[in-house]
């Protein structure tokens, strides 16, 4: 392809609407669109909508590793627990079944507890006196922060005391030189963006449920998304933490520092644990300078080999402005096509990528893009491709990418699986998953972070279907143990996945998971029936 | 100042003598170079040259917190132990003492143990058939990289066994689409930088001791160095780690997978804790890609607000392409010419700074380098400075900043400091340090990593002078506290700061620490007597 066809993609005017990204389901679900108590019936595992039959509390056949468990004998709350906890939250222990319903029930629908009470602390202190109580009474606690987690990890599931940190919503400082800054749990990552952008600097972390997600919740499980191919894991990025242990010890480790090596690095054990070990009430963490330019890009590939090629050639010549590399399946494009009338910005291919380059100067920016582009056409890596710089066209390429999810939630009942493989495996993952279901499945899909050699499998069918679910599970977890890959890249283990564990770790590091819970929750009442699996001792 | 006089500092020739980076101290000093037992006497703390006095284990007061503590009832090795160790590791069980003694003593030669065996196992099976065998019969081990530590963590203090993991020096592999390299614990930092840069990449870290140090050691103590402002510390770019606990189970976190949420990272437990939670045996790490364009500015500044001003203007105008940014003081300068005979590239001034770009664009970087040194110096920021792109003078440049350990050992016994702060605190210790000590000192220095907020804060006398460590200490913590800072930002704390924990870290914390090691070394043989202080319960 000549140079004056890749200029031609400089100049093309992307006729996509304007998708906006915040439209995005994961930030426009709100509590108050969710279905009332009286129509919303459940299931308790797999993924996809909610099964309108019967009231019964998780109606997955309890042999699945993916059903909850037996309740554990914790205590139920009583008249007295709720006089306690009016007396330290008063007019913020909820205890009204329509208040208290929204937190009982998780995004994707899938897992419903039954909660009567939700407290909504809003300092350390008060999280701390809740968990001091609960522990002495013996009553188990759901930390809960936006409650858009995808593995049931984020809401009861019998009983438990939902502790919400909805109302910790404060910023508490910033530095404009370091860039660092300390905030509450409770503060939604969309306004920690709006907060820093205003000053110059950016989160750096970026995901589609920015609108409604918490720090404290990315942080307890260690969320990825969007930039994590340029600015890290929160394991780099959070540089302290405040937590409050089971037993309502306020573990502080709040440091503003970039560097600090007196002792063990304790926060490190609540980033990604899920609530299970403690409750973070607050967060340091580093953020990057807002970028000067950016350019998204997006390109069609007729094998996945050259898309890998793709990455490749990108990495050398978009170097360090390279801020995201995503890819979608022509079957992703279909069902964006068909169930969101998104017309595809370029000529139908097999697989589609999203660049992102975030850089200080535009016109090197340009530039670099420009000799990326040349190169890909000319060696006839990329078939086609469309060039966005400004802000709207920029969000509605990333639409695309960011809307796969809510295209899949109109194409059926869907099974969702989020797989860390080497980079080069990606793509045969789905190739065998269609060869092995054949027509059993409606569709099966693949999206996710080339960059980060994380796929987004998913597989829908018309309604949901055990004999499906059987021919799906244990195949995945297998295929995937079989490539020393995980079987929870960033989504984590919640309720849904704990059981799975042993495909991504070995006994002797989970029995030592084992040890660091009771040591640190002996009671076991943070966050029950999550991330561990039922038969650890 | 006009563009032309920045264009000239371009244009400039570095006159400098091609001081190589790789004379620097720490990776030049051998174990041969090191002083025979018998002309070897030693102190065991603080910090300085070895001191020819005594043979008395410990010179160091018993009433210094950083004193050994009483030997703990270990076992001590026997003829039997000793057959066993030569059964499992024929002709790798080193006991003769002008073997041994290299590894008994420090680099700084401050530390000196009285271990009698060396054991080089060259496999993770060796390691764990050691551990086990040592937990059984209650001996102490200290694990040993290649002992460039300088708080004595590396070295025994009295008579443990040597665990050294220099023959485990096996790259495993090397994945060239995602960079991530696993390797043997024992590998030395600068042949795995070699190995990498044939390969088109680097590794994430880089340090002055990198042609003795060993990965294993760096992740065992969390190093930092030269490019963690670019890639971040090694929470964030180790990505498994395999480790042989106390008791010999070997515990394999060894992924190499991006990203991965199933269960708690137990691997980030082992990244700093000093070898006292297990021996890493092995590690998967990220690397980045080697860049195309490496640049070198040399500049001087009149005050330390106008180098922090610099330090901002830089982030902003060199954005993504900035690697480090260091400094040193003009008492600095004085030593090394003093000392090291190494002549100021540019004219006299309080402040130094050295700035490194490194990019994939050598026209692009340029120009980002051409435009921030005409605002640098139009605004009067900094008043002279010279750039390098070639490799000998880049090398040149850097010495100025490496070299200032090597100069502070030729100017008498030193006390050295390894402070993080706020980066606006930074230089108020040095001032505040100078004036407290008035004429007591002979040299008060500071230099370091101005990007991470790492001070270097050093203070020499002729000779060593107790009455000066008391004016010093604790002083120097105390202030340090007051600004929330930490009082080991990347050297750890091992034997010399372990009972300094409290000035950076809540009595909850540490204790937290001391459950964490009790879970994992109930026994205590790993590394006694290092980074947790002695009033532990």
Redesign the interface.
């Known amino acids: 392809m000549s140079v004056c066809v890749m200029a031609g993609i400089f100049q093309r005017t992307v006729r996509l609407r304007a998708a906006l990204r915040h439209l995005c389901p994961h930030s426009t679900l709100t509590c108050a669109a969710r279905p009332s108590p009286a129509d919303s019936p459940f299931l308790a595992c797999g993924s996809g909508q909610f099964v309108a039959s019967t009231r019964k509390l998780h109606a997955e056949p309890k042999s699945s590793p993916a059903a909850a468990p037996e309740r554990l004998p914790f205590s139920r709350v009583t008249e007295e627990d709720l006089a306690y906890f009016r007396k330290i939250l008063p007019g913020r222990t909820i205890t009204d079944p329509d208040l208290v319903e929204s937190s009982n029930v998780d995004w994707l629908r899938t897992v419903k507890g039954s909660s009567e009470v939700l407290l909504r602390p809003q300092t350390t202190e008060e999280v701390s006196q809740i968990l001091r109580y609960c522990n002495s009474r013996n009553l188990a606690v759901n930390p809960q922060g936006g409650n858009t987690g995808l593995v049931g990890g984020s809401v009861p599931v019998y009983d438990e005391i939902i502790l919400s940190t909805s109302l910790m919503n404060n910023i508490l400082t910033f ?1 404009n ?2 860039g660092i800054l300390t905030c509450q749990a409770g503060c939604v990552l969309e306004n920690l963006s709006l907060y820093l952008e205003e000053r ?1 600097f950016i989160m750096p972390l970026d995901l589609g449920a920015k609108g409604s997600c918490q720090i404290g919740g990315n942080v307890a ?2 969320a ?1 998304g969007l930039r ?1 191919l340029r600015y ?2 929160l ?3 959070v540089l302290g933490l405040e937590v409050v242990l089971a037993d309502g ?5 709040l ?12 926060k ?2 609540f ?3 899920e609530g299970t ?1 403690g409750v973070i009430t607050a967060v340091s963490i580093l953020c990057p ?1 807002k ?2 330019s950016v350019n998204v890009v997006f390109l069609g590939c007729e094998t996945f080999e050259q898309l ?1 090629k793709t ?2 050639l990108c ?7 390279l801020s995201a590399f995503e890819f979608l399946d022509s079957e992703c494009m279909r069902l964006l096509n068909t169930h969101l009338k998104l017309p595809n910005p370029i000529s139908d291919c097999p697989f589609y990528i999203v660049i992102e380059t ?4 535009p016109e ?1 920016d340009s ?2 893009l420009h000799n990326f582009l040349e190169e890909a056409m000319t060696s006839t890596l990329v078939t086609d491709g469309t060039v966005a710089t400004e802000e709207s066209k920029i969000k509605a390429l990333w639409s695309m990418r960011e809307r796969v999810t809510e295209a899949l939630t109109h194409d059926g009942f869907t099974y969702k699986y989020d797989i ?5 495996r990606i793509y045969q993952l789905v190739t065998d998953m269609r060869q092995h279901l054949g027509d059993r499945a409606k569709s099966v899909v693949g999206y996710g ?1 080339v960059g ?3 796929l987004h499998l998913n597989i829908t069918s018309p309604a949901k279907d055990p004999a499906l679910l059987a021919a799906i599970e244990p195949f995945v977890y297998e295929w995937t143990a079989g490539c ?10 919640g309720l849904k ?1 704990r059981n799975y ?1 042993y ?4 006994s ?3 029995a ?2 084992g ?2 819970k009771a ?1 640190l929750d002996p009671k076991g009442i943070l966050n029950p029936y999550k ?2 699996p039922d038969n650890l001792k």
Chains 1, 2 share one sequence.
């Open positions: 530095d030189i370091s110059d499980t260690n990825g994590l890290g894991s394991h780099g990025t010890r306020v573990l502080d480790c440091a503003t520092l970039r560097k600090d090596n007196t002792g063990y690095d304790l490190q054990l980033i990604g644990s070990l300078r970028p000067k890998l990455f490749q990495r050398g010549m978009l170097g360090e402005i975030s850089g200080s100067d090197h530039q670099k860390s493989l080497p980079v080069e972070h980060d050699g994380n020393q890959g995980s079987i929870s890249a960033e989504h984590g283990l996945k564990i495909y991504s770790k070995p002797q590091a989970v030592l998971m040890n660091i040591m991330t561990l």
